[in-house]
């Protein structure tokens, strides 16, 4: 059973960073992808990035230049620094994994950006 723990969010200023971590139970080589989506109040998930197992990553554009994703595949870490915080980046942060046709997410931390 894949479990992915989601940490790091909290209350932040504009401007500020915070770095988000995903940790995944077992090797998260055998993902073919892994990224971070995010839900604010009464809207849609929404995909923030993604980075699969070559190395390809992809931004959403409101986050592009702001955000970085990175894998630390030794420590089966995922992580997200965000960087240049707006009030619009409020939300709940999920990480996700992708094998195959099969999709796991974490159970989110929310991240506040006070203006």
């Known amino acids: 059973q894949v479990q992915l723990v989601e940490s790091g969010g909290g209350l932040v200023q504009a401007g500020g960073s915070l770095r988000l971590s995903c940790a995944a139970s077992g090797s998260i080589f055998s993902f073919d992808l892994m990224g971070w989506y995010r839900q604010a109040p009464e809207e849609q998930r929404e995909l923030v990035a993604f980075?699969?197992?070559?190395?390809?990553?992809h931004y959403a554009e409101a986050v592009k230049g702001r955000f970085t994703i990175s894998r630390d595949n030794a420590k089966n870490m995922v992580y997200l620094e965000m960087s240049s915080l707006k009030p619009e980046d409020t939300a709940i942060y999920y990480c996700n994994a992708v094998r195959g046709r099969n999709k796991y997410w974490g159970q989110g931390t929310q991240v506040t950006v006070s203006s």
């Open positions: 980075r699969t197992s070559n190395g390809i990553t």
